[in-house]
């Protein structure tokens, strides 16, 4: 359809165009053209190119239309008609003969023709038919292939979003799977998509979405007109995006403020739909883009926002309480959503560490609680892994507290477990009774307390606040959560065992205190006691009982005993006893002569029995406790019975003393708790400071602290360290006169040398004695007999010295003559002292002075048994003494010396076979008298008990025993005059 003026009709895409399009130039070898009916450009598509020779379209119109009207004249050719000439190339001009006027146009618009573009101007597809353009000028006419390649190397062709749109169209329509290979990577380079974006109205294909593309505000949507002509096959074909990256996605819904659960859940959907073509690194923006939306509380308000996955838990009413960002959901979530969910890192319970955070951070008692609560109620929760990473950590930390004791003074290692438990606080002090009213009312706000798992309990048995104030125990979980938290984190019931003997061994406490700790103790914590805990209790002083005069004390178990009437009777206050209310009844009136029961004091009661069992306490002492006892109260128990009972308690020891320990032994000898006879009085001493009464005269004379006259006293006070008195006197012989051999003197040295085989012979085993010396051979063949006028012994005792007169005595110095093998034993002249013994034969006195004499000469330990036996071989005749079994006929007798028995010693003086007896069983030991006391016992002296008088003491040897030896005291046959 053609206008009156030759122009086209106005195009549908641009109805208002009345303006003559202008032509598109571009230079070719060959012309192609298209007819109306396959191209109807719109007016706007026909921008001329400022790169080549601009030719006007009404320019190549009129030359046209010239050329045609000249050759229409010559051939008759029908301007309106399909052309039947052929075709003339443009290539081949006429002849350059004269040329007629219509050969002349035609060059000219061959001419032209040879700089044309390959599609001709709208306006002479539109004039001039096809037939006469192809058959007239023989121009070539555009296959559809073709076409679409030339539209799609034409940049102009897309210069606006109708011309884009018709363009697209027509390529669409005519494009081949042939011609795709070229067209489509041409286009993908150029901003051929019409979107419905005002600021980019044309963009390239891969920065167009299709309209279905949604969740991103701002994005380049293919608009509806084009998506009405093009199929979507080939956009997305040219690059146009059926859905958005995931990173575009996630830094849009970064940056939106809409935050409607509605848009999340599309979201969501969307990605669970595309989940497969995601990669990885779609994943990665996943997992760190903040675009979920969650609330939580901030300052007990909920508020909005956006968080990470790994952040954001699911929508749980109790995480939100913790202050934890819970997801924004309104509607029921399916699997696959839950799923796609949590592989983006969302969470449906929060990491241990936080809820440790939580616990140990916050300044409220409420969210700790909450916080431990949902630890405990989802600890064994599938897939919470709660256990598994407690116990890891306890580990840990175990490990650690393990290496800083070992450290002592290092580096500490970080505490891999806080403080997140909430505990008590300890108990207050109780109110001083004097202090102001206001001051004992103002009591300091209660703070969050905390603890490590470690340094809680939960305390299942009843404590008093009294008694954990007194402990000062720190560590009691709030009541809210003993009962779960002992459940599932294993938090002991009770503060560990350690630690509460600790407490109870370093403060002392009263009786009740005491009482409730040891019930309390048998009741949650007994089957926990091991045998160094019994151990440490028993050597320390922390059981509170009561003293005889109603004093309270502490003592150690292995001290005491727990009371009972049968012991006490018979122990009374030499014993420590525990007041246990199940004992037997407490005597109304004691027996006679029994001491008094202790009077009424408060008790423990029956169920601390057991924590008496295993502190070692018993219901009857036993012998080192009897001896324990009295090292403590010996004092006590003097005052308080009588010597008999007393000394009952020690021949008792006496009995045991082998079986006691080392210690005990130690501790007894080293105690003033022995009885002491000084002066007539009896008191307490140490074992050391009292001697052995082996010698009564010597006794009389120095009046020492001495041993009561008991065996078994003598035998326990000897053991312990008491020394007899007469090892303890230092004695010195001194002579009158000058020595000389006189009658009496060879008598005596005739009479030892006659026997001298006899005086170490034991007529029982027929051999000799046993513990003579080794030269004691020697000894007898150079000793020697002299005659004084006087012998006297000086005997010294503590600073206080004593002179006897005796019968015979050593000469010089003993150690000096005994060594070289030349003792000299002298005989005094002068008779003894005047007394009861002066009618004794003075002879009979000298032969017992050099019996005692010979005796610690020949023997290594003096004894009196030995003193005895020398003095019968001498005093008696060889026929009385081969009458008694005495191998007198082997003796071989020195010729030139003749033995000349004394006088006193003759047969015939003596009545023919007349003998003197070996002596008989010594007589009853004498009765001890009261002993005094000592000084250094410090007691107070008491009265002794009236004894009848005594017999006259036998005389005792003076000769020195061996050391540390018990002797018994034999009765010589003839009485020593001192």
């Known amino acids: 359809t053609k206008t009156a003026a030759g122009c086209p009709a106005a195009s549908p895409a641009n109805p208002a165009s009345t303006k003559a399009p202008e032509p598109y130039v571009r230079f070719l070898s060959q012309v192609k053209f298209y007819t109306p009916d396959d191209l109807l450009l719109p007016s706007s598509a026909t921008s001329a190119s400022s790169i080549v020779t601009a030719i006007a379209g009404e320019q190549v119109t009129s030359l046209f239309t010239r050329w045609f009207s000249s050759s229409s004249s010559s051939s008759k050719v029908d301007t309106k008609a399909p052309a039947a000439t052929p075709a003339v190339a443009p290539s081949a001009p006429p002849p350059a003969s004269t040329p007629t006027e219509p050969d002349k146009a035609g060059q000219e618009c061959a001419a032209i023709l040879s700089r044309m573009p390959a599609i001709l101007p709208a306006q002479i597809g539109r004039q001039f038919a096809g037939p006469q353009l192809e058959g007239v000028l023989g121009l070539v006419k555009l296959a559809p292939a073709d076409l679409c390649q030339v539209l799609a190397h034409t940049p102009d062709m897309f210069q606006s979003v ?174 696959p959503q839950k799923d796609i969910l949590k592989k983006i890192g969302l969470k449906t319970y929060p990491d241990l560490d936080i809820l440790l955070q939580i616990a140990s951070t916050t300044p409220t008692l409420s969210t700790c609680v909450r916080a431990v609560s949902y630890l405990c109620e989802h600890f064994d929760a599938r897939g919470s892994n709660y256990r598994n990473d407690f116990y890891r950590l306890i580990e840990k930390e175990r490990l650690r507290l393990a290496n800083n004791a070992a450290n002592k003074g290092g580096p500490q290692g970080r505490a891999f477990v806080p403080e997140f438990i909430p505990v008590e606080a300890p108990p207050a002090p109780e109110p001083v009774a004097s202090a102001p009213v206001k001051e004992r009312l103002e009591l300091p706000p209660p703070t969050l307390r905390r603890r490590s798992p470690f340094a809680v309990y939960c305390m299942s048995g009843a404590m008093s606040p009294s008694l954990r104030r007194h402990l000062a125990l720190d560590g009691l979980v709030v009541p809210e959560l003993r009962k779960i938290v002992r459940e599932r984190l294993e938090v ?127 219901d009857f002492p036993d012998d080192e406790r009897i001896v324990l006892g009295l090292i403590r109260n010996y004092q006590r128990y003097f005052q308080a019975v009588e010597l008999d009972a007393y000394r009952a308690v020690l021949v008792h020891i006496s009995a045991v003393l082998e079986r006691l320990s080392p210690n005990t032994r130690q501790t007894l000898k080293d105690t003033p708790c022995f009885l002491a006879v000084q002066t007539k009085q009896t008191g307490l001493a140490k074992c050391e400071a009292c001697v052995l009464v082996d010698n009564q005269v010597y006794f009389d004379m120095f009046d020492p602290l001495a041993c009561p006259r008991d065996n078994d006293l003598e035998s326990l006070y000897h053991k312990l360290g008491s020394r007899f008195l007469s090892t303890l006197i230092k004695s010195m012989w001194e002579v009158v006169g000058a020595p000389r051999e006189s009658p009496l003197s060879r008598e005596m040295q005739g009479l030892i040398q006659e026997r001298k085989a006899l005086l170490i012979y034991d007529p029982d085993t027929r051999t000799k004695k046993p513990a003579l010396k080794p030269d004691h051979d020697l000894l007898l063949k150079g000793l020697r007999v002299v005659e004084v006028e006087k012998v006297i012994k000086r005997l010294t005792y503590k600073n206080k010295t004593q002179e006897l007169v005796q019968a015979a005595g050593f000469l010089g ?166």
């Open 813 to 978: 110095d003993e150690k000096q003559t005994f060594a070289a093998h030349k003792p000299v034993i002298v005989i005094s002249s002068a008779r003894a002292t005047k007394g009861a013994a002066n009618e004794i034969d003075h002879n009979s006195l000298v032969l017992h002075g050099i019996s005692r004499l010979l005796t610690e000469l020949l023997f290594t330990r003096f004894k009196h048994a030995e003193a005895t036996h020398i003095f019968f071989v001498l005093k008696n005749t060889l026929t009385a003494l081969e009458s008694e079994g005495y191998p007198v006929t082997a003796i071989q007798r020195a010729p030139t010396t003749p033995v000349v028995a004394p006088k006193s010693a003759r047969a015939d003086d003596m009545g023919g076979d007349q003998m003197v007896k070996a002596p008989g069983p010594a007589p009853a030991p004498i009765p001890a008298l009261p002993p005094p006391p000592t000084a250094t016992g410090g007691q107070a002296l008491k009265p002794p008990a009236p004894t009848p008088p005594a017999p006259v003491p036998a005389p005792v040897p003076l000769s020195k025993p061996a050391p540390n030896e018990p002797i018994a005291i034999p009765t010589p046959p003839i009485p020593d005059p001192v």
């Open 162 to 335: 109708d011309l884009a749109v018709y363009t697209m169209r027509l390529i669409a329509r005519h494009v081949t799977p042939a011609a795709e290979v070229v067209v489509l990577p041409r286009l993908r380079t150029v901003k051929c998509i019409a979107t419905t974006s005002e600021i980019s109205p044309l963009v390239l294909p891969s920065e167009a979405y299709l309209p279905t593309v949604k969740f991103v505000a701002n994005l380049n949507h293919v608009s509806p007109a084009l998506m009405d002509t093009v199929p979507k096959k080939l956009l997305v074909s040219l690059g146009v995006h059926e859905t958005v990256s995931t990173k575009l996605l996630l830094e849009n819904l970064e940056k939106s403020e809409d935050q409607a659960p509605a848009r999340l859940t599309a979201v969501v959907n969307h990605l669970v739909d595309a989940q497969a073509q995601l990669q990885q690194a779609d994943w990665t923006h996943l997992k760190e883009a903040k675009f979920l939306n969650c609330k939580f509380l901030l300052e007990g308000t909920p508020v909005q926002g956006k968080e990470v996955a790994s952040h954001v838990h699911f929508d749980d009413p109790a995480l939100l309480e913790l202050g934890l960002p819970v997801l924004c959901w309104d509607t029921p979530m399916t699997g």
């Open 492 to 618: 002991p019931e009770n503060p560990p065992l350690s630690e509460l003997l600790s407490k109870m061994l370093a403060r002392p406490m009263t009786l009740p205190l005491a009482a409730e700790m040891f019930a309390f103790l048998v009741a949650h914590n007994l089957g926990q006691f091991r045998d160094p805990d019994w151990k440490r209790l028993k050597d320390t002083k922390f059981i509170p009982i009561w003293t005889p005069a109603g004093k309270e004390m502490h003592a150690a178990p292995k001290d005491l005993v727990l009371y009972s009437e049968a012991v006490y009777r018979q122990y009374g206050p030499l014993l420590d006893y525990v007041p246990y209310e199940s004992a037997s009844s407490r005597p109304s009136a004691p027996a006679a002569g029994a001491p008094s029961a202790p009077s009424s004091t408060p008790s423990y009661p029956s169920s601390t029995h057991l924590f008496f069992q295993g502190c070692g306490i018993p």
